[in-house]
């Protein structure tokens, strides 16, 4: 396991009093632990900045089942990149609306291309993209 560091952060009296707040609101006890987050997350934002990064992120759509093409569309585009995606989450909300959970994993720029192509699917009602990481550079 990795030697744990102590190191100090100098910073106005002002800046602090406004993270301790917002820590605390976001559930965090201690500003160790805040802070950690802070940096892996700017060390994910970065790995989504190199094109060839291998990657994981989840697409989240909400659609009308019932609008013509929309399912077989998104079910094509996911056949055609089987390669790319770990798994798929259907849930029927209620008698027209699907909910579906795609999980892709593969090089940044084939992830966003994916992605955009399931979000941006007529009849799509909602498309989020949540990028990821594999966690293998993230302590
Ligand atoms: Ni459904």
Redesign the pocket.
């Known amino acids: 396991m990795d030697e744990c560091i102590r190191f100090g952060v100098s910073l106005s009296q002002h800046l602090l009093k406004r993270f301790d707040k917002d820590i605390e609101r976001r559930g965090y006890t201690n500003r160790s632990e805040a802070i950690r987050d802070l940096i892996r997350q700017n060390l994910v934002d970065s790995e989504w900045e190199a094109a060839t990064s291998e990657t994981t992120a989840a697409v989240i759509l909400v659609y009308d089942?019932y609008k013509k093409g929309v399912g077989e569309h998104l079910t094509n585009h996911q056949h055609e990149n089987h390669d790319s995606i770990i798994a798929t989450m259907?849930?029927?909300l209620d008698h027209n609306n699907?909910m579906e959970v795609v999980l892709l994993r593969g090089p940044v720029k084939k992830v966003k291309e994916i992605a955009h192509k399931l979000t941006s699917e007529k009849h799509v009602k909602l498309g989020r993209f949540v990028p990821a990481t594999l966690g293998k550079e993230i302590r």
Do not use: D, K, R
Request: with cysteine.
């Open positions: 089942h259907h849930a029927h699907c």
